[in-house]
């Protein structure tokens, strides 16, 4: 039986984590109730009812906790956003002629980097400090809360939040044309 996802996203951030070396990954397959997404040996199932709650909340990842994805994951999945942005930031600093591709990209960058560690923030309970133990349930996940449990308050996914949103806002003010 197929994986769960929240949404379409998710089951694409899913796949890239459960399948690091990557590969392709096929278009959505649509079912009677739900799209499935395969990588390799890996399938996942988007329900249409799940995508739709995602975009209607204007929520990339769906709405909920997820049950895919954990906290640590989480937090891993933004860090690399963050970079990939910002060196396609830099890239773009240095020539801001580049086309409207390079613009749209570094700000998908920085938006995925904010969605990831909000993502991540879902796992505080409400008047807590941090997520609790069993919101790291993958090795990776363990592993870097194991390593670094300081990015894991309240306090800290919320100061890295504030982070990529103010890089998003800097950008576009600095960039748009518009």
Known sequence: MPERARSLA?????????VP?????????AGEDAWTLRLGTIEVEVSYEGE???RLHEMRFGPGI???IDAG?????AGVYARRALAEDLQFAADPTADDDAYLSVVAGWELAA?????????VPAGADRPPADAFWTHTGRAVHRENPERFTRQALEADLAHYRQNLDDFQR???TG
């Open 10 to 18: 998710e089951g694409y951030v899913y796949l890239d984590l459960a």
């Open 21 to 29: 070396e990557g590969g392709e990954t096929a278009e959505p397959v």
């Open 52 to 54: 739709r709650a995602a």
């Open 66 to 68: 997820s049950r895919l």
């Open 73 to 77: 994951q989480w937090v891993v999945v």
């Open 115 to 123: 969605d990831a560690v909000a993502e991540a923030l879902r796992f």
């Open 174 to 176: 600095l960039h748009d």
